[in-house]
């Protein structure tokens, strides 16, 4: 099992930044990669950043040249930064693990609890 515990969301401004941490702790040895998801009200939920344990990193093509995500070995811990927020960037942003095993590749998922941005003038 891995647990996740998310902090810094929060309310900003429009062009403003946040910086979003997600620790991990338990079977940490086994997770392939570590991401943000986010869930505004009435859409889905959508992938926002990952970074694979090879550290390859994914965006969706909305957050590109303003969030960065990075992880602390050390600290079990994965971050996203975000800067130049927008209004639509408003959502609950969950952070999420994964690990893969067996022979056809069976993913594991865990979830943090979620937190909330709000970006608003």
């Known amino acids: 099992q891995v647990q996740l515990v998310e902090s810094g969301g929060g309310l900003v401004q429009p062009g403003g930044s946040l910086r979003l941490s997600c620790a991990a702790s338990?079977?940490?040895?086994?997770?392939?990669?570590m991401g943000w998801y986010r869930q505004a009200p009435g859409k889905q939920r959508e992938l926002v950043a990952r970074?694979?344990?090879?550290?390859?990193?994914y965006y969706t093509d909305s957050v590109k040249g303003r969030f960065t995500i990075s992880r602390d070995d050390a600290k079990n811990t994965v971050y996203l930064q975000m800067n130049s927020l927008k209004p639509e960037d408003t959502a609950v942003y969950y952070c999420n693990a994964y690990r893969l095993y067996g022979v056809v590749g069976t993913r594991d998922d865990y979830w943090g609890q979620g937190t909330q941005v709000t970006v608003s003038s």
């Open positions: 970074i694979t344990s090879g550290g390859n990193i």
């Open positions: 338990g079977s940490i040895f086994s997770i392939n990669a």
